[in-house]
């Protein structure tokens, strides 16, 4: 069945057209990658189909009473207000249930009749107690009893511990807002999913997770991503937007490069051949028209009529121009780069870390990873000189020369040109050298004339580049280098980091980036680190084999504790014997999702260790007996409090 159509769309601003022809349909279920470059018209297209943007041509079709859901990059947060009666407040909590505002309306009816109940008489009693009874149904029905605990563990899963659910609003960053506002359309769960940029914000654990749920998901969902990972386990259509046009591959994101390869090789073949005869019948037209005989007239016309009545191959346009560009070496450092001791950094009322040590030598490639809030950016900013440790110390090695890359920016001029900001930075240079080196990153024409404060984000980050690259240097030290990047240009900033022949530190959550580029990993803790000497893959292995001996040891643990908990639900249901048949169900479901989670977990570090494919399908299936786990828990636990 078609969830979601387009026929036609196109939007333009003034006379530039930014989308034309957009035509592509979705069955339901379909899960569907929007790509393309920074500036393509991945944001228009979704805005057109929420409607916010009406389309200059073409229609969207939607399918009858399917709910649509989206999430914009760093939404801003659209607070929502309840009844006075109602749950809904300006709290995390409260927000999270205002995506259900049918059931808080319900909730506090049914409060409210209770209340009334206390008092009435005859016929009131009679109307009211009828009216308990229909509404009450209803509610359950509609997910009534479970709603506030989806809520909460959407909370949880996206990085809100308790602590964080009666917390006002105005006290939260951008970054958890958008988050909250991701938690709570995942919460209501729309049939037509919308996200752009959902992983901004997210530390690695949460992005892991947030991929498994939506790769679970069972509904159409539309998602703009620069993370390569993320896509390939994700979807599995792909929507590639290039020069104003769009094309729909049957494939994930890996999948979709080979083919539009493959496409753009057959095309450029096709465009080839037919000039080839194109050229093959003009020199006989010509030929025969310098006879310019009758029957030579008439053989060159025929001639000509064969070149007209050609369906005309175009020829493929080149792919949109990426940035190029490579990094300047300040020769060899000491083999010595550098030496953490026993780092420690808290703020006020926040511990970030202690007791961090690790030693970094000549041509590691060091990434930095962690939860978010353990503290990676400022160490970063500890090791580059932006801000001073507790206690602890650092040592740079003999002959280091520092490249520092920060991801917030702050080291460009609001108020200067993009010309004058690298032109200043560098005054030695020509102009014709700065133009060049701004061309390298796609500033061309009156784009140098911009001031810095009208830039996007990837033109923000480009610039920081271009800025990096005419320095020389022999250490890199790179906080988030891959944020606000599209992958053409990620794809070109891997390709230089792996051809400098420096060292490299840096905090990425790209896990794309982390793969290619790592030959150890630092994992902050709260008392220390990971030092891992391999890459992201193998890192998460070995993690996984840590956990998993845990996991063993609890396990052995477990009988005793089930035992209590069956013996507590016994002696409930005793007491309330209309709700023992459902535990018991419950119980038994538990148990044997806990075991097929457990056979799941032995086979992925046993005989499927070595299958990738038989691995992945265990992981699937992983994410998805969790997410039942997660939800029998939630109900075990309202069957107790109730």
Same mark, same amino acid.
């Not at 009211?128 to 989806?150: I, P, V």
């Not at 005793?560 to 007491?575: C, T």
């Not at 499927?608 to 299936?621: C, G, V």
């Given at each position: ?41 991945? *944001? ?19 399918? &009858? ?160 991503? @620069? ?32 083919? &539009? ?71 060899? *450092? ?149 944020? @606000? ?158």
């Amino acid at each position: 069945m078609i969830s979601i159509s387009t026929s036609n769309l196109a939007y333009r601003v003034g006379a530039r057209d930014i989308l034309s022809d957009v035509t592509f349909s979705l069955e339901e279920g379909d899960h569907l990658a929007i790509v393309g470059v920074n500036g393509s018209g991945k *944001s228009t297209l979704m805005r057109m189909i929420t409607g916010e943007y009406t389309p200059d041509e073409g229609a969207v079709f939607i399918a &009858k009473d399917k709910t649509v859901g989206m999430l914009e990059q760093d939404d801003a947060f659209n607070l929502l207000r309840g009844d006075p009666d109602s749950p809904i407040d300006e709290t995390v909590l409260g927000q999270m249930y205002a995506a259900f505002p049918e059931l808080c309306r319900m909730e506090a009816r049914l409060a409210q009749i209770e209340r009334e109940l206390q008092t009435a008489q005859g016929e009131t009693l009679t109307r009211l107690s009828s009216e308990f009874a229909t509404l009450n149904t209803r509610f359950a029905a509609d997910g009534g009893l479970h709603y506030k605990s989806r809520c909460k563990s959407f909370l949880v899963r996206l990085g809100f511990a308790e602590t964080f659910h009666g917390m006002p609003i105005e006290k939260l960053s951008g970054g958890q807002r958008t988050r909250l506002a991701l938690a709570r359309l995942l919460s209501r769960e729309p049939d037509i999913l919308l996200l752009d940029e959902p992983t901004n914000h997210l530390d690695m654990d949460t992005m892991i997770w947030l991929e498994g749920h939506l790769a679970s998901y069972k509904k159409t969902l539309l998602l703009v991503s @620069h993370d390569r990972y993320f896509l390939d386990r994700v979807t599995n259509k792909t929507l590639d937007i290039e020069h104003g046009k769009a094309t729909l591959y049957k494939a994930s994101y890996s999948g979709f490069l080979k083919l &539009k390869e493959e496409h753009r090789a057959a095309m450029e073949k096709k465009y080839e051949i037919q000039q080839k005869e194109i050229a093959r019948l003009e020199a006989y037209i010509a030929q025969q028209r310098q006879w310019n005989r009758e029957r030579n007239i008439i053989a060159a016309e025929s001639r000509e009529k064969a070149i007209d009545r050609m369906e005309k191959v175009e020829r493929p346009m080149d792919a949109p121009k990426a940035i190029r560009f490579a990094f300047n070496d300040a020769g060899e *450092s000491g083999n010595d780069v550098l030496s953490v001791r026993k780092l420690e950094k808290a703020f006020p009322g926040k511990e970030l870390f202690k007791n961090l040590s690790f030693e970094v030598k000549k041509r590691d490639h060091v990434l930095i990873l962690g939860p978010n809030g353990c503290g990676k950016s400022t160490l970063i900013k500890i090791l580059v000189g932006k801000m001073a440790p507790d206690a602890g110390k650092i040592e740079f090695g003999y002959n280091v020369s520092i490249g520092y890359y920060d991801q917030e920016n702050q080291n460009l001029d609001p108020k200067k040109t993009v010309l004058a900001e690298l032109w200043d930075a560098y005054p030695a240079l020509t102009q014709t050298e700065v133009r060049n080196t701004l061309a390298l990153f796609l500033f061309r024409g009156d784009d140098i004339e911009k001031t810095v404060s009208v830039l996007s984000g990837g033109e923000r980050a480009r610039l920081t580049l271009a800025k990096l690259i005419l320095s020389k240097m022999n250490v890199l030290i790179l906080d988030e280098p891959t944020n @606000h990047l599209d992958i053409q240009s990620r794809e070109a900033l891997e390709n230089a980091l792996s051809a400098f022949d420096g060292t490299i530190i840096a905090v990425s959550h790209d896990r794309y980036f982390i793969e290619k580029l790592a030959t150890r990993i630092v994992a902050i803790s709260a008392d220390g680190c990971d030092d891992f000497r391999g890459g992201y893959d193998a890192y998460v292995q070995w993690k996984n084999r840590m956990a998993a001996g845990t996991a063993q040891a609890v396990e052995e643990e477990k009988p005793s504790s089930q035992k209590e908990e069956y013996l507590a639900r016994k002696q409930e249901a005793a007491r309330l014997r209309q709700r023992e048949k459902r535990k018991v169900t419950i119980a038994a479901e538990i148990e044997a999702t806990e075991k097929r989670l457990a056979e799941i977990q032995d086979e992925l570090f046993g005989d499927a260790a070595s299958d990738y494919k038989r691995a992945a399908e265990l992981d699937d299936e992983r994410i998805t007996v969790e997410d039942r786990l997660m939800q029998l828990y939630e109900e075990e636990e309202e069957l107790k409090g109730e």
